[in-house]
C-alpha cells in the first residue's frame, strides 16, 4: 500500500464530504456556536481566525461580529465549500484560506480572536497547532475552542477513541479536560472556565458522513454489543447504535 501522510489521510477523509458537514446539523447547530457568539459579540469587532473551519458553522456565526473573519483549512474541498457558501450568504468579510494549523502563514499577533470547532481531535501535533494559534493572537487575545472531549476514565476514553478511530482513521485524540489544561498552558494560554455540553449522535448519519466502510460499522456495532454497563450508562447506548458524547467550549487568553 502507498505511504500517506497523516495530513493526506486527513484531506482525503474530509475533501469529498465538505458538502455533508456543510449541512450537517450536528455542525450547523450547537449551544457552543450560541455561547461562542455571545462570547464574541460582547467584544469590539476585531481580525478573527478559525482553524481547521470544515462546513465553516463558526465562521459563518463569526463573521457579522467581526471585521474580518479567515476560514482556514487542510482541505482544499472544505475550503471551497465555504468560499462558495459566504458568498451566497452575502458575507463579504469572511476569506477561506487553505493550510495546517500546524504551520500557520501568519505573522505574530496578526489576530484578535483564535477559534477551533471539532478540529483539533484531528490534528497530528495538537500541541505544535496550539503554539501556532497562541503566536498569531494578540496578547490579550481571545481564544475559544470547542471539541468533543474525552472522560478522565481510563475504561471510557479507550471507548471513545475506538469507536471514533473505527469510523474515521484521520482521527488522533479526544483530550479530557486536564489534558487541554495542561496543552493550552503549555502553549502560552491563560484557560478559563469550561462548559460542558452532551451531544447526541444519531448512528446512521454518524457513519454516513465519513462513509465509514460495513467492516469497520459492523465493529463498532460489535464493540457496542459487548459493552459494560458502565459504558452503556455513559454513552446512553441506544438500540440503533446512536449514542451520546461530550463536548466543551474553552475560552482562553493569549
Ligand atoms: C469536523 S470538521 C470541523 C467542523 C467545523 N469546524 C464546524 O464548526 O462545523 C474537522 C476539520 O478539521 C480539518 N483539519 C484536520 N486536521 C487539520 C489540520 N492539521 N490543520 C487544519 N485543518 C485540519 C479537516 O480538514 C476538517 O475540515
Known sequence: MQERSQETVVSEQFGPRAQSYLTSPVHAQGEDLDQLAGIVGARPPGLALDLGCGGGHASFRLAPLTQKVVAYDLSEAMVATVRSEAARRGLGNLEARQGSAERLDYPDAAFDIVVSRYSIHHWHDAVAGLKEARRVLKPGGLAVFMDVVAPDSPLLDTWLQSLELLRDPSHVRDYS??????????????????????????????????????????????????AGAEVRRYFEIEADGTFTIDTMLLPAEG
Do not use: C, D, K, Y
Open 177 to 226: 479536560v486536564p489534558e487541554w489544561h495542561a496543552m493550552l498552558e503549555g502553549a502560552g494560554f491563560r484557560p478559563g472556565a469550561v462548559s460542558l455540553f452532551r451531544l447526541r449522535l444519531e448512528f446512521s448519519s454518524w457513519i454516513g458522513r465519513m462513509n465509514t466502510p460495513e467492516s469497520h460499522v459492523q465493529a463498532i456495532r460489535s464493540l457496542q454489543a459487548r
